[in-house]
């Protein structure tokens, strides 16, 4: 539904609460569940701030391929069974069971999801130290590709990506979901604030742990322009060039002016070139 159609619909909605509100049979959840979208739609409707997040927000989910598809090609692109690891799962079915890899692993602490099916139930840092010590797998172990979606904020990020960057192979792929934040409301660091524009969407501030490994010169990366911004890193692949820090406070705003450049945001056509 377009952001106009949505707003009349939340009028509409509100008109309806008016009535339910007077109807001697109404329900009073109803009401509230009505009362609640009219006070989302009132703030949509006036706020240029809401509308454009709201826009952003629709283009985004819009958005062409998936992380998953785009962690398939980079598999395939490994031209041999490859091993995968998985850092922040959720729900296995959104991506994990999806990926096409002969060996996977999986962290995450289940914060977000009860059932929190995966291999390894703790944090990242517990993953790595436990790893590092030979007490899960092998300390030794490299992976093809290693998927970082765990906690969105820059220093875990950045504390993960040192982490991969020990145990991916030379060849391989580091992919880091949420780098491209549509507005500084989506980049907010408080996930729980969802009276910000961006309402209930959140990609955090992992854009800041992904450009700061952009300005490392022994790494190639790009950022692909699809599903939130799906950042990759490798020691050898044409990803595409490092650049000197430019952006030495992280500000937003100036990230916001450049984002083509600072990310090396591509579209998946152009991955797809560089890496044949
Ligand atoms: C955005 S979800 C992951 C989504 C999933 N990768 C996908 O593509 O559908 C983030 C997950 O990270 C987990 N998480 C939070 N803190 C973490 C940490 N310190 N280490 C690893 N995972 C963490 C949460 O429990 C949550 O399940």
Redesign the pocket.
Known sequence: MNPLAKIKNYYKLGKRLVKASTAQTADKKNILEIRAQFEKGKILATSNYYKDADKKNTLEINKKPT?TEIINYLIKQCNRDVTYL?????NPA??FAKINAKKKYS???????KENPVDFRM???AFFEKLNANEILSKDIKFDVI?I???HLAE?VDLDIINAINHIKDDGFIVL?DCNPPTEWHAREEYNYTLSPALGYWNGTTWKAFLKWRFESSLNSCCINADWGVGILSKTRNLGKSITNVNPFFEYKVMDANRQEYLNLIDFDRLKENLT
Request: aromatic residues 8%.
């Open positions: 992380r998985e850092i922040g799962v959720r959104d991506n962290v995450d602490p289940g914060v977000e999801f944090t990242s840092d998927f979606d765990g906690l875990q979901h």
